[in-house]
């Protein structure tokens, strides 16, 4: 035999909004849509600004969400500094929350990591706006997400992987020809 149990308005009430809450973190917890490129706007150290809409047709594509003071960040292009030829398929966007009137922590970066010789290399800050920050849901740098020729997502990393793993990931979305 089942029990009916019944409940006061007010506890009615509070086990609806406890369900709603539940339903709300739930989806505050489910991991954002990251499939395509992120329509981002950035200044370059040279003061002049570079959009998605700049990004060269049928090129892989290679974002880094970085910090220019991050040391994970100036490990992970230590490492990869031996390696640039094995990116030079793919377009490398390395974008920084840096404030606009800290430019000179972008071009600090540029110059250590010489940078300016890549030309597939693009260096700049979102500032303020923290939209490709919020895009990925950025917790920690750097964070790195490789497109294929479409713009289509081949993986994401929440952080620093090998270079190995690096080159192997920007290699398959080179050979994407869907």
Same mark, same amino acid.
């Given at each position: ?41 950035? !200044? =370059? ?8 809409? %700049? *990004?060269? #047709? ?44 800290? !430019? =000179? ?8 990591? %010489? *940078?300016? #010789? ?58 994407? #020809?869907?």
């Amino acid at each position: 035999m089942i029990k009916t149990v019944h409940l006061s308005p007010m506890k009615k009430l509070a086990l609806i909004l406890s369900l709603i809450i539940v339903a709300g973190c739930t989806q505050a917890q489910t991991k954002p849509d990251i499939e395509h490129i992120p329509h981002f706007k950035i !200044l =370059k150290a040279d003061s002049t600004y570079f959009s998605y809409t %700049d *990004l060269k #047709k049928d090129k892989p594509v290679m974002i880094i969400y970085f910090s220019p003071d991050c040391g994970h960040c100036q490990h992970m292009m230590y490492e990869m500094k031996p390696k640039m030829k094995e990116f030079s398929n793919a377009q490398i966007v390395m974008i920084t929350f840096t404030e606009y009137s800290m !430019l =000179k922590m972008i071009k600090d970066f540029n110059r250590d990591f %010489d *940078l300016a #010789k890549y030309h597939n290399f693009i260096v700049g800050t979102e500032g303020h706006t923290q939209f490709v920050q919020k895009y990925y849901q950025v917790t920690s740098t750097p964070y790195i997400a490789v497109y294929d020729n479409k713009g289509t997502l081949v993986k994401a990393f929440e952080k620093a992987p090998t270079i190995s793993n690096l080159i192997a990931t920007v290699k398959k979305a080179s050979a994407k #020809k869907a």
